[in-house]
Every structure is written in C-alpha cells, then in structure tokens.
C-alpha cells in the first residue's frame, strides 16, 4: 500500500461462547426431536424399528415431504402457498380422467401412465405459474392468492367428482400401482423419490445461482433487485416449482388408492408448512434448510406413526399429543437467530 | 295444505366431503328433479353445508329470506342444531329431520333416520356369526369425532361382546377418509400379527384398508366389513369376493325418502308419520342387487 | 480539461413524482481522477450516481461514458460497462454470508456454485482493504463498520473502469480510511475513474483531485481540490457563509450525573468505569473494535452484562432495559439509525412521540399535541421535510438524524449518549448537532458522544475516554487533548491505569 | 438557536397525482369490493337487502370479526395465531360444562351464567397468556406454538365430549339465548358487541399507547428495544387481547347452538387472518386497520349469505365463488406497498 500505516488493530479472538454451541445444537433440534422421538417409540413399541414400519413412515413422508421442499424455496423466497392440498387433489382428479379417457385411444399401458403424469406435472406447473404470475405483477399478498385457489380447485375436484370419488380405472390401475407399491433395490419407490427431491431440492437451494437468488430475495428483496436479480421471475420459479413438487407427490399418491375424493389431500397445506418451520426455516423468508424440512416432515408423519402404534392414551387426545411434540421440537432447537 | 299456492321447500344437508354425504347430495337433487316435475307448484332449494355454524346460518336464511314453508335437514351434528332447528320451527315452518334426531325431539315435525344402532349391531353380528366360537382378533376404525360414531362403535362392541373370544384389538380413529384409513391399517398391520378381520365401518374406509392389506401381503384377514354401501363395495359382495362378503347399508337414499314424504304431506295435507325408520340391513351375495345403483357417485 | 472526459452528465434532471430532486445537471470527470462530490444532505448526490450506476433513467439530459451517450436499461447493464457503485445505504442481505453478498449477481461457477473461489476472492477484497474477517460469516452479525467495509470489497470485486463510492467512510475509522484512500490512490494510478462523494471535508480535501458542489439539485461549481479550503467547500454546499462549526466549550459542574463503576460486557468490554458531570461532554475515543458501543449497550441493558454500580446522580440505579434507563434519566441514540434508531417506515409524528406517549396520553393520545409537537421539534432542531406528514424514510439522512436526536430528547432526559451522532450528516447539520450539544449542555445536561471522528470529539468534548480492547486506557481533558495523545492511547503505544485495573483481561 | 437560519425551503404543494388517487381508492379497496358485492347479490335477490338479511348477515359475521380484530393487533405486532378456532371450541365446551355443574348450587340463573362467561374470558386469557409468553421468553416461532395449541385445545375438547357433543343444559340455554337471539334497540346484541369491540379495537390501536407501542414493535422490534418499549410485555399483551377476544366470541356462540362438538370452530383461524389481510393489513406486520379488518369479515360471510341466497351455480362450486371473489377483492386493493 501507498502509505505507511499504522499498526493494525488487533484482530478481536474468535469468540467460542457457550452460546455458540447452543446455538450449533438448535440447528439439529429437528433432528434431536425426531430420535429422541424414535428412542421413546421403539421403548413403547419394539415394532417401530422393523424396517417395514421404517418403510411405511418414510413412504408416508414422502408426499407432504416432497411438497415440502418445494414449500421450502416458496418461504424462503418471502412467501407461502396454502393450496397444496387442494391442488393435489384437483391434479390426482385431473389425471385419473385424463387416464381413463385415454384407455380406449392407448389402452391401459404405459403410454396412458406417462401421458397421465406428465398432464400431473403440467397442471402443477400451471397453477404454479398462475399463483406466482398474480403474486408478483398482480401484486397481490401469496396468503390472499392462495387461500382463494385453495378454495377454487377442491370445489373444482369436487364439481368433477359430483361430491363422490373419481376412480382410475383397474386395469390402467394394476399397471400403475408400482409406482407407489414398487421396490428398486428394497427401497419403496416412493422413499426414493423423496430422497432424489430433497437431494436435488439441497443442492439447488445451496449449490446454484437459483437457489441463491431466492435466499437474496427472501433475505431483502430490494438488495436483490440492486444486484440485478431478476426478482419477478425467480419468484415465478418458486410457485412452479413448488407446483411441479405437487404434481410429483400426486403421482406417487394416485397408485395409492387409485382415487381422488373430495378429501385426498385435506390439510397436506399444513402438514407441509408445519415440516418446513419445524426444520428451520422462518416463516419470514431469508434462510433455510431442505434437511430440516425432510426431517420435519418424517417428524411429523412418525408422530401419528408413534400413535397408531401404541395405546397408552386416549384416541381422543392423539391431536394434543401431537401439537405437544411440535412444541417441544420447536423448544430445542429456538433462539437461534 | 292448500293445493294450489307455491310451496316452497328447504331442503339442508351437509356438503359431500366424502363418499357418503356425496350420495346424499346425489339423492337429494335426483329427488328434487322428480317432485319439481310430478309437483309443478313445488320449488325445492337445496343448501349444502360444510359444518354445524353454516348449516344454522342457511336454514336461517331460508327461513327469513327464501321463506320456505317446510324444511327437510340432514343435521351435520345433532346438539349444535337443536336450537336453530326449533327457531325455524318456531317461525310456522314444518320440519322433517333426517337421520340424525335432535336432542330435543319437540324442534321436529316428522323425523326420518336411519339406524346408527343397527348399523353397528347388524355388523356385530355379523361378526359374531361368522367368526363363529372360536373367536379371533378383530380391529375397528372409527370416524370422526361424532355422536353417530360413538353410537356406531358402542353398539357394535356391545354385539361382539356376546363372543368373549372375540378381541377388539384397538379402534382408532380413520376420519371417514381412505387416506387415514390406509395409514391406520398399515400401522395395525405393523403392530398385530394376527388380525382375523377389520370392522372398517365406513366404506370409504374401506377402500384405504384392503389396500393396505394387499400391500403388506398379509393372509391372516379373513374379511374386511365397511358399510353404508358404496356401489363399488356392494359390487364386490355382488361378485363373491372373499375378503368383502357383506355389506351393512345405511343407505343416502334416505334424504330422497324424506324429501318425498314431506312433500307428499305438504301436497296432499295429510299428516306424515312422526317417525319413519330406514333400517339397516346386511347386504349378502343373495340381496346385493337391490343396493346397486351405479349412476350415483357413491 | 483533458480532450474526453471518463463520464459526462449533459443536463441531467429527475424528478420523483412531481418533485425534481435534479435540474439540468451538468459537468464531466476526467480519466484517472478522483473527484469528490460535495453537497448538503438531501443535495441530489446519491440520486445523480444512482443514475450513472443506471438504476434510475434520467428525466432529461443524458449521460456520456468516454464520449459516447449511454442509455443504461439497468444496473447490470452499466457493470457491463465497468461502472460500480457503492451504495451509501448497505445493499446487503442480511441472512447471507459475505462472500456470498459480495458476489451476489455474479457468481463464479457453471451449473453449480464455485462457493470455494467465492471464499477465496471474498478473503482477498476484504486483505485489500486489510480486514481480515472470515468470509463465511453471516452478515446479520457484522458491525456496521464492518458492513461498511463489506460494501467497498463488494464493489472492489468488479473489474470497475468507473468507481463511485457514495459515503464510503462514513461508518469508518481513520485507520480504516486511510487503508481505504491508500487503495483509491493505487486504483488511480491503474487509470480507474473515481467519484467519490463523502461529508468529511478533510478526507476529500486529501484524496480527491477536482470537486464539484451540488446544492438544491443544481450544479453549482467544479474546480481543483487544491483551490479549495474546507471552509470554501462548506461555504459552496450550503451557499452561504458558514459560521464556526464549534460552539464554545463551557465549564463542566461538579455534580456527578452517570457514574459507572466496573461494567463488564462479556466478549466486548470488561471493567469500564466513567463519571460524567453536571454540564460535561464527555466523549468515548478509540479504533474499531474497542468495545465503545457494546459498552453502552451493555450499560443500557441491551446485550448480557455485569456492572458493578451505576449512580445517576448519586442514587444506585438498576438498569435492566433502555425503559429503566429512561426512567432514571439516560437516553441512548444507537450508531445504527436505520436498524436501531428509527422507524423508517413510520411519520415523522409516531417516531418523536414514541419515548414520551405519556405527555400525549389523556387517556387517548391527542394527536394534535402530538402534531403540535412535532412542529416545535421541526423548528428547534431544524428538520427540513417538504411536508411533516410523510414517512421519516423520505428525509435526507441528516434529517433523520435530527429526527433521531429529538425523539430522544423529548424525554427530557439528564444523560444523553449519542453514538457517531454526525454519521453520513451534511455540514451545516453537522454544525447544527455541534452547537446542539453545547446548549444541552449549557442547560445542565451530562451528554456523552462516541465517535470515530477526532476532529469532532476534540472539538465538542471537554474531556475524553479512549477505549482499546474493550478497556478504558485513557483519560484526557485540557491540553492533553489532542490528535497526537489519542491516537497514542487508541493504538495501544501508551496506557494510563484508568479506573478499576483489577479486570483485566476477562 | 444561537444563529439565524435560512428560510425553510418551500412547502411543497400538496400533491394529488393520479397515482395518489388510485392509493386512496386501493386503501378503500375491501369496502369498495364489498359495496360491489351487495350489489350483485341485490341483483340475484332483493330479498338480500332486507333489514332481516342483513342482521343475519351481521350477526354471523360477529363471531369471526370479535376474534379478527385481536387478530389484528397480533398480526401488526408480527405474529400469528393458528389456534383461535380450537380455542374458541374448548372454551365453549368448558363454559358450558362450568355452567351446568354450576346449576345444581346456583341454579340455571343469571349468577351461572355470569360465572361461565367469566370463566370463557378467563380461559381466553390464560390461552393467550401462555402463547405469548411461549413465543417471546422460550423464543419460538408463534407459528409452530400455535399449529401446536392448535391441536391440543381441539383435543381436550374432544376428550371432555369424549368424541361427541357437550350440551348445554335446557334450563340455562332459555335464560342465556337472549344474549345471541335477542335484540336492544332493535339491533341483535352480537351486531352491537362486535360494533363495540371494533370500535375499541380502533381506538385501541390508534389512539392509545400500548396501541402505538404494536405499531412499532412490527415495523422495527430492534427500534422498538432501543425506544424503551417493552416488547414482550406488548407481544404478550397482543396475544392475552387476542384470546380475551376469542372467549367473547365464545360468549356470543355459545347460545347460539347451545353445544361444543369437535368440529366447533374449525378453520375460524383461516377466516379470522383472511378477514385481517382481506382488510389490508400486511401479513408481515407493522401496520393495519381495524375497520379494514371488520369489512373483511363482514366481505367473507357475505359471500356465503349470498351463495345461499342465489342458486345459480352448482353447490359443489361454492368455494369456487368464494375462493375466486376473495382473489378479486384483493385485486382491487392491490400495490399498495
Ligand atoms: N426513491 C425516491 N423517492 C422519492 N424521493 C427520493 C427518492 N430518492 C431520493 N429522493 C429525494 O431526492 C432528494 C435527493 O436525495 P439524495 O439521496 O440524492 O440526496 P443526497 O445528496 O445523496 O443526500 P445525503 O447526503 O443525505 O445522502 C431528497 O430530497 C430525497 O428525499
Ligand atoms: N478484525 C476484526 N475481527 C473481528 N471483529 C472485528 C474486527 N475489527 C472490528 N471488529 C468488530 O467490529 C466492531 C466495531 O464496530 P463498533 O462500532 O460496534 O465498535 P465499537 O468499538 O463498539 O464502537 P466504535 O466503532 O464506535 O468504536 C467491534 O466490536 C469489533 O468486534
Ligand atoms: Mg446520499
Ligand atoms: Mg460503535
């Protein structure tokens, strides 16, 4: 440098406070939660650990789980979307009629279950970009826009279903049903579905300018914008992926039960929501993790899991038993920021 | 009573939100095309409701604004709607509840139910017979939260209580819904080794159930027992299917039986009977027939 | 000047709604110069380089980069021409770390990140400017020095042929500006352009080659730093002549008002011990880092701390929270205004009366005392805004200030603590803030003023603690005051046994 | 001051650019959006213009808007409470089983009565007390401690009505009906305790301290903290407002149906936020309006009375209706910030 200089300050000591590791063991509070979870399950119930139980509550994860990574990047970007579950229905609706009208033209192969998923895919992209589209030029808050299609497509499914169940047909039905029932390698297709999601979903958040955008924006959006971020489309992007997330986890749910009923899908919203916050991310966008998420959402599916598989309260109290483990999870791991 | 002035008639139930209440609401507008057309001076609005607040909400506004002269309502809970029901009573309007009385019976003119006691019963039964002395470890899921699932289930523990072998298992609640359903049995699955049958009370529920069973591979369930009759269900019974021999109806026609009674005593002004009661019946390979509606969604 | 200037602004206005906040703005910046912009708070400064950074388009005029008319789409657009921009307010997300702020918008790497190269190059913007600060650290826990810091290797990150730095020292230390200016002296000599706009007259005395001097939106003049005196260049700024920026310094009283006996902030400050006088400005020196602020917040109850005894005027009080500070008499004005000090968002009006809701509280608030204070406080403390009725983000920052000042001192309190009480202030506020401290404490008040900027505490204060380390480690008043002494204590070549020494080192 | 100071600059004129106008009109946008609706729902029946209608109309709107104005404040203050609904289901279960146990040694009179709704605030505020307390000192997201509570009050409701419904005793539910059925001065008394809880509400938020004191605490805490505000004394106070709001609109139910079943008050959260930021308020805090908040309210059941008013659409698409008009009444309001 040009000019001599004073001695430079002293570099202040890195600071390892008690608080630090505190704050190093909150972030694996969901994580924690969910063990301390499974020690008492396997104390109630040694079944819980038999790896088809294990199996059974990761399958079961990996609907609202893979909807949650897609959730993830939604909230961290500053929104939220309240129609998943709504939207999952209306898709597995959708798709089954598409799948059934195609039998007499293709026939009950995999022609028909391809052209099916990829009508899931698409539908879950449109209503993705329809919700990002009016969210971000229409201005509009994402709870407002949400709350309305969440009302707008189960009343469409409904419309569709005449209050009753759309069925797929059995023998499109028996061609499909390994999709969910189907193993590769001994893992349920439906575990390594999620798995793939929330590896993808770990390294776009982290790992590509995408993902780094939407923490900018969610962190503050006018920064973003300085950085000649291109802040209207990548929160467009959110809402499709998110709805392209949909539309997979309906895919995998529609070989399920083979139908789709005014309820499929009820609450998965919250479900979804609670998964992502519960892993750590805030409801106020900026930061987050897919991890979490994934850990959130297996929480919250082993909760009911641990439930089912014991009986030492009330039925009537499974919901509190419920509301008091999310509590306790949320304890661990708080005061982080 | 009069034969020539408009009658209009409310008609309230609760939206379909599942396979049931989706017959119901199929029934009621299949009853309501037929008496519009056979009673030209008839009107008959049908209100659907998602819970007991909208449902008093709507006979309220049917009463003050459509100003209806008679009232067919399938209460979605009983107690919530005692008191709006009887309001409407009060305002002169003749009231026919349908399947789920009231707790004060003086809120209703004419009362059309079916039979929530059989229904368990007749499945208990039906349980007790065919597992027959030797008994066998049996599993139940439940509904919602309700006072028909309360009598539902207390009725059907009362009948297979005259078999000491048999051993409910556990009953957990399936909320009338195939998803929770199929989680509910996966987890019996993993929890009991031996499970001879499932009382899945709920044909929806059932759907959820043999899926499960089918996924886990299990061959110890000698059968799986839902109800009220959903086309697809009464079909299996129809075809012989093993694990699907009987059917326990409680049937969503009811609300056209109701609509039409009440009607016909509006028209004709001849009193309708303080109670009329649809039975529940067991549905076998021998009387599925007459249970088969395959134009209704349900 | 030379034959073709760097950058030229030929007639350039702009208006926000129907106000024009520039008019007919012309002048040009040679190749290799340093050319400082100077005006008041609210001048048009930031709006003009916001232009030239093209994230706004002007209202008329154009803008000449090396001879030819550019018309910038956006920021992006004008990088790709090798123009950068340091914005005065931090531009940074907070939940990212600062290499990943840094190369926000241009991140190295093909499908996936390079998040290794980004680390690297962060560590090596930041060696340039000789903080040595783990890239990976979240910028919600920096200082606001150290963001300050983090803004400036952001933009030393591009390739700039163009470099516009919009208060960069203003959160600085003179060390850190010095390492700064020895940097803009080495990016000039490898031809880079640089505008450089700051409200310390004697940093842009020198480092900058020409000024120019906008007042009300208009050009007023351009000509060679060296023509100037500092005087000159306030004088120009305000457009009229300005009177000594120092009020006298009166006799301090003897009562004791605050007096702090042994107050620890773990990680910050250990054993910091003070008494501040009836009628004293006592001022807090020191180099970044020295703990001043987290004392204080300490003190106030805003971070985990221990203290031994505080006595406001004699009696032991508890402070627990800046409420309980108030109650006894002390008031704090944070170094953070944006973060910390006011509510942006909120009017002029919410934001006076929030510490003294009470006066106003009959049982209901009477909004037209509130509005008739707010009016008093307008002209006492010489706020300017257009109207009183809008958001305190739409004033000029020195306006804020003055806004932050007197919410405080509506409370009426005996201590006030103002902390870098002249950050990124014009001048003539500047001035304004001066003498304001000198009549508070002609009325009798204790005021105690941290700043990084010696001129100004030797020039207000009548007596002065320097920190170093998060230790009190001297204690100057009379002809002791001066540059030489302070930076001595500050740098750690001299130490006195200030107050309580039997804490060192926590 | 010591010297003579230059004029102030100008006064700017007062401006009223278009853009401003169109501000003014998006502030009115939810009144507008319900003035439009009346009209149509005029159109489709003039029956709906009735002074009965429109009682009912009010009334109704009574219990979700009591809760929505505490909502209000707890929204601007930058929470959130999901639990409301639950709340409100197990504070009329406990009411009424508080007041029939009270029968036997007070009678079914007026002194039971009292007693019970005494007992609704009470539980309220207790309700509140914890979430507040739970969100600020154990530092967790008021997200989660709710979806928490959420499940826990439905719960124990449903455990006190062991899954079916608590009733209230014949003789009571005489004395108390008056309160929801009866009128004063012509004007049902829920209409008139809503119009007063609104207009406290107003003033509360407008023209008290503590009312300021949330205004400040969502637009900056950290501001709030250094302006001697006690934030968690306000936070918790927001939420103790907020539960004693529920428990008076428990009150109001009560009589109504003169019951608690599992499935009373289910989803009154989603109306409540809807109501607040159908009202303008934004959902990350900072700022809102009370009346805003009441229009919504009143816009939501509208939407309903008029969908039973008009048969014109299939009654599975009711939430379409609704789901579209709350898009399109946001619409109106929109770009506001
Ligand atoms: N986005 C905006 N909208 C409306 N008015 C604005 C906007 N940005 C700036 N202004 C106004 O334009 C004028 C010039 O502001 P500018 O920020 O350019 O001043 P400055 O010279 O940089 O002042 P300071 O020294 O305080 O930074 C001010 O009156 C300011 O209030
Ligand atoms: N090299 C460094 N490494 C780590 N932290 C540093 C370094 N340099 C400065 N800091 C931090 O930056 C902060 C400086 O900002 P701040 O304004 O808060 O300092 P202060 O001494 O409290 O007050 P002031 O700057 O007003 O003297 C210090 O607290 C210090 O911890
Ligand atoms: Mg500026
Ligand atoms: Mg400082």
């Not at chain 1, 069925?167 to 999709?179: A, C, F, K, M």
């Not at chain 1, 599916?301 to 999870?329: D, P």
């Not at chain 3, 011990?273 to 400005?281: D, I, L, M």
């Not at chain 3, 204790?446 to 010696?454: A, D, K, M, R, Y």
Request: a positive charge; proline letters at 5%; charged letters at 20%.
């Amino acid at each position: 440098m040009s000019t001599p200089n004073p001695p430079l300050p002293e570099v202040a000591p890195p600071r390892v406070t008690p608080r630090s590791v505190l704050t190093r063991l909150g972030t694996l509070g969901p994580l924690l939660g969910l063990l301390a979870l499974a020690v008492v399950a396997t104390l109630l119930n040694p079944d819980f650990l038999t790896a088809s139980n294990i199996s059974n509550v990761l399958t079961r994860a990996a609907f609202t789980g893979i909807i949650a990574v897609g959730m993830t990047f939604v909230i961290i970007s500053g929104g939220i979307d309240l129609s998943v579950g709504s939207l999952a229905a209306l898709i597995a609706g959708s798709m089954i009629l598409i799948m059934n009208s195609l039998k007499g033209s293709l026939g009950a192969g995999v022609g028909t279950i391809l052209l099916g998923m990829l009508a899931a895919l698409a539908i879950g992209a449109l209503a993705g970009l329809f919700h990002g589209t009016t969210i971000t030029r229409g201005r509009i808050e994402p709870f407002i826009v949400t709350l309305g299609t969440l009302g707008i497509y189960r009343a469409v499914l409904t419309y569709l279903a005449q209050g009753g169940a759309i069925s797929l047909d059995l023998d499109i039905g028996d061609r499909y049903s390994p999709v969910y029932y189907g193993r590769l390698l001994g893992i349920p297709i439906p575990i390594l579905v999620f798995a793939a999601v929330a590896l993808l979903g770990g390294l776009i958040l982290n790992r590509t300018r995408y993902g780094r955008y939407v923490q900018a924006i969610g962190s503050n959006e006018q920064v973003a914008r300085y950085a000649a971020i291109n802040v209207t489309g990548v929160k467009i992007a959110t809402y499709v992926l998110l709805g392209v997330c949909v539309g997979l986890a309906t895919i995998l749910y529609v070989p399920q039960l083979g139908s789709a009923t005014p309820s499929t899908g009820l609450l998965w919203e919250l479900d979804a929501i609670a998964a992502v916050i519960i892993g750590g991310t805030a409801l106020r966008g900026g930061s987050g993790r897919i991890w979490g998420t994934v850990v959130g959402a297996v929480l919250l599916v082993t909760i009911g899991n641990v439930l089912n598989l014991t009986n030492i309260i009330s039925v009537y109290l499974n919901a509190a038993v419920t509301g008091l483990v999310i509590i306790l999870v949320a304890f661990f791991q708080r005061g982080r920021r | 009573s009069q034969s020539t002035p408009r009658q209009v008639i409310g008609v309230s139930i609760p939206s379909a939100d599942h396979g049931w209440t989706a017959g119901v609401v199929y029934h009621a507008n299949q009853a309501k095309a037929a008496l519009e057309k056979k009673y030209p001076n008839v009107q008959i609005i049908i209100k659907t409701a998602k819970d007991s607040t909208e449902q008093a909400n709507q006979i309220q506004d049917l009463a003050t604004v459509n100003k209806i002269g008679a009232l067919v309502i399938l209460p979605q809970e009983s107690a919530p709607l005692t008191r709006p029901v009887a309001n409407v009573k009060a305002k002169g309007v003749f009231v026919t509840v349908v399947d789920r009385g009231l707790t004060d019976p003086k809120a209703q003119d004419a009362y059309v139910a079916g039979d929530n006691t059989a229904f368990g019963r007749v499945a208990g039964e039906y349980f007790v017979q065919r597992l027959g002395a030797s008994g066998g470890n049996v599993v139940v899921l439940r509904g919602i939260p309700t006072v028909i699932d309360n009598q539902r289930v207390a009725a059907f523990n009362a009948a297979v209580a005259k078999n000491p072998k048999i051993k409910v298992l556990d009953a957990k609640y399936g909320n009338w819904n195939r998803d929770d359903a199929f989680k509910v049995m996966q987890d019996y699955l993993t929890r009991f080794p031996k499970i001879d049958a499932v009382w899945a009370s709920d044909d929806d529920m059932a759907v959820g159930v043999l899926r499960a069973i089918q996924q886990a591979r299990r061959k110890d369930i000698k059968f799986v027992v839902g109800g009220a009759g959903m086309k697809e269900m009464i079909k299996k019974v129809m075809d012989g299917d093993q694990m699907m021999p009987v059917n326990v109806t409680y049937p969503p026609s009811m609300i056209a039986d109701a609509m039409r009674l009440t009607v016909e005593s509006r028209v004709t002004g001849k009193p309708m009977k303080a109670t009329t009661i649809i039975p529940s019946v067991l549905v076998t390979k021998a009387n599925a027939k007459q249970f088969y509606f395959p134009d209704s969604p349900f | 000047m030379e034959s073709v200037p760097a950058v030229a602004f030929r007639g350039v206005s702009k208006s926000f709604g129907p106000v024009e906040v520039l008019h007919d703005v012309t002048f040009s910046v040679a190749p290799g110069e340093i050319h400082a912009l100077l005006g008041e708070n609210g001048a048009g400064k930031s709006t003009l380089m916001k232009i030239l950074g093209g994230y706004h388009p002007p209202a008329r005029g154009e803008v000449r980069l090396g001879g030819e008319p550019v018309h910038f789409a956006g920021s992006r657009d004008a990088e790709a021409r090798g123009i950068v921009l340091i914005h005065q307010e931090f531009n940074l997300a907070e939940d990212l770390t600062v290499a990943q702020n840094i190369y926000l918008g241009h991140e190295p790497g093909g499908w996936l990140l390079n998040d290794a190269a980004m680390v690297r190059g962060a560590r090596e913007a930041l060696g340039r400017l000789g903080v040595r600060l783990d890239p990976r650290t979240r910028v919600r826990d920096l200082t606001v020095p150290q963001k300050q810091l983090v803004e400036i290797a952001r933009a030393l990150s591009r390739q700039a042929r163009v470099l516009i730095m919009d208060e960069p020292t203003a959160a600085l230390t003179p060390h850190e500006t010095e390492t700064l200016f020895g940097l803009m002296r080495r990016l000039r000599q490898e031809g880079v352009t640089i505008v450089y706009i700051s409200h310390k007259l004697d940093e842009v005395k020198a480092i900058s080659d020409r000024v120019t001097v906008l007042r009300d939106g208009r050009y007023v003049t351009t000509a060679p730093t060296s023509d100037l005196t500092q005087g000159q260049m306030a004088n120009l700024m305000v457009g009229r002549e300005l009177e000594a920026m120092f009020p006298p310094k009166g006799q301090p009283g003897t009562e004791e008002l605050l007096s702090v006996e042994g107050l620890d902030v773990p990680g910050w400050a250990q054993g910091v011990s003070f008494t501040v006088h009836r009628g004293e400005v006592l001022g807090f020196a020191g180099l970044v880092g020295a703990g001043r602020t987290e004392s204080f917040e300490g003190l106030l109850g805003l971070r985990p701390h221990h203290v031994a005894s505080v006595r406001v005027k004699g009696r032991p009080v508890r402070i627990r929270n800046p409420g309980d500070a108030a109650r006894a008499g002390v008031v704090y004005l944070s170094e953070d205004r944006k973060g910390k000090g006011l509510h942006v968002d909120f009017h002029l009006r919410p934001n006076l009366t929030l510490m003294t809701l009470d006066h106003y509280a009959r049982p209901l608030l009477d909004i037209r005392a509130e509005r008739e204070a707010l009016r008093r406080a307008a002209g006492e403390y010489h706020i300017r805004a257009g109207r009183l009725d809008v958001p305190a983000s739409s004033l000029s920052g020195g306006n804020q200030q003055k806004l932050a000042l007197a919410k405080i001192l509506e409370v009426s309190p005996d201590v006030i603590i103002l902390d870098e009480p002249t950050r990124g202030v014009d001048v003539g506020a500047k001035r304004e803030i001066y003498h304001l401290i000198g009549r508070l404490a002609e009325g009798g008040k204790g005021v105690i003023v941290i700043s990084s900027e010696l001129p100004e505490l030797l020039g207000v204060c009548q007596r002065l603690l320097v920190m170093r380390e998060g230790r009190v480690v001297g204690d100057l008043s009379a002809e002791h005051l001066t540059e030489q002494e302070v930076i001595q204590y500050a740098t750690g070549l001299k130490v006195d046994e200030v107050g309580r020494t039997d804490r060192v080192h926590a």
